[in-house]
């Protein structure tokens, strides 16, 4: 299969990925198709440079499902007929995806400050926590708010990216991911099954999956992620208190989901989720 790095050097000849960035460069084409006859790669000129940008088919996993509609998926985007002028071109498919990604990023940020709200409600509702609603601790579940918001989008871009074992590492995938939890969540709030004030059940496995990703797991394949934004000591107050599954079922979902569709982070476009991080770092500076 393909190989995205060759030795340390991702920008090298020896690398396909490269090679047709650089071939559309020089060539003027808009589109461009790497295949070695298992894995075929379509890319975009304004985006091959980036050269783990592409839509992909590995056509003999798709051809041994059996499923003619998967099939269909990879001779619509791979036929000769695809390039030409029309409604159905790549062209107006590429735009028609770009402006609903707009949509949608446009929508998650409203919903990632509803996330927040709930965040916060949830310490306080959390009775456990027997948190005194009073200005100083406003400020801190406030700011602390913040932080799980920031490990959330972290590990959504980072599963997506495959940052985080996902498709790799199917104990990984079921067991801790953030993948696995926000579609308990779907099923649980689409069947009309929410979660309960007081219990922390969702909290506990935020926080299996938090450890791991601080610490690093070779079982898991999870490699150490250093920063300090998943480091116990740098946020005692997540140490301490806890967020209620009622609320934090909700905040996942508003983060996971725009109008009961799951939200691709790996093709949302990188200036959406820049906006996002802005807009949070600004209200975490001045505060509430």
Known sequence: ????RVGNDRFTNKNPSYQISF??????????????????????????HKLDRFYEVNLPELLETGNINNFLYFYAFFRRQTFDPGDLSIE???????????????????????AQRHVAQGFLDYRPNKLNPVSAMFKAIYDNALIVLYRLLFILYAESRDLLPVRENTRY?????????????????????????????????????????????????????????????HHLFLEQYAVGDLHLQQAIDKLARVNRQFVDYRDLAERHLGTIWKKLLRQTMVGP
């Open 1 to 4: 299969m393909f190989r995205l």
């Open 23 to 48: 071939y559309m460069q020089h060539s003027g084409l808009d589109w461009g198709i790497l295949t070695n006859g298992r894995l075929w790669r379509l890319y975009h000129k304004d985006t091959a």
């Open 92 to 114: 107006a498919i590429r735009l028609a995806s770009a402006d609903y990604a707009r949509g949608v990023g446009d929508s998650l940020k409203t919903q990632v400050y509803e």
């Open 173 to 233: 995938r079921d067991s801790y991911s953030l993948e696995s939890i926000k579609k308990g969540i779907q099923k649980d709030l689409d069947a009309g099954n929410s979660l309960l004030p007081n219990t922390a059940t969702l909290w506990a496995q935020l926080k299996a999956l938090f450890s791991i990703i601080n610490e690093g797991s070779p079982p898991l394949n999870v490699a150490t992620f250093n920063g300090g934004l998943f480091d116990p000591e």
